[in-house]
Structures are given as structure tokens and as C-alpha cells.
């Protein structure tokens, strides 16, 4: 896909985390969530039916390009696992652009 074919996602944050760490992802979530209501959040635990019948490497590529802004949790966990380095990378990317 190229950059000119994305769909825009209408994500204010989305949150990029090792299982591992998903207590603290839950944590940014609900204080996220509460603090801005009305916040649009991508959050993997929370929305795994998005990913239902989408390549998931497009998807994220999409997402982590697209959302206004993006929390990663660096952990040694998210440094050693192979899709989170994915992310990350495309992370990375989005920032070189931005």
C-alpha cells in the first residue's frame, strides 16, 4: 500500500505495548479514557475486533501512521519480541516524516 492509498483513522492515540506490559497499557488507557472522553483510542486489548479480517501488518501500519499521536511503552519485553519491533519501526518511520 502506498502512502497516498491509507485510509486516515479518525485515532487521537493509539497505544503501542509488550503483552508483558499490558497492566501499565491498561493504566495509560483508563486515565486516557477518562481524563479525554471523547478521545478516539486504539487500544489492542480493548479493540481486537478491528483486526477481525485485516492483514495486520497493513493494519498497524495504517494505524501507527495515521493516529494523532502515539504512546509506546519501551520495555525489555517490547525491545526482544518481533512484532513489537514491527511497530516500532513503523513508528520510527512516522517520525523521520513528521
Known sequence: ????????????FAISYAGEDKEIADGIYNTLKEKYQDFNIFYASRDRN????????EFFENLFNTAKQVIVILSE????????RYEWDIIKERNKEN
Open 77 to 84: 519485553s517490547y525491545k526482544k519480541k518481533e512484532w513489537t
Open 50 to 57: 478491528k483486526l477481525i479480517g485485516n492483514d495486520g501488518e
Open 1 to 12: 500500500m502506498t502512502k497516498r492509498e491509507k485510509t486516515i483513522f479518525t485515532c487521537d
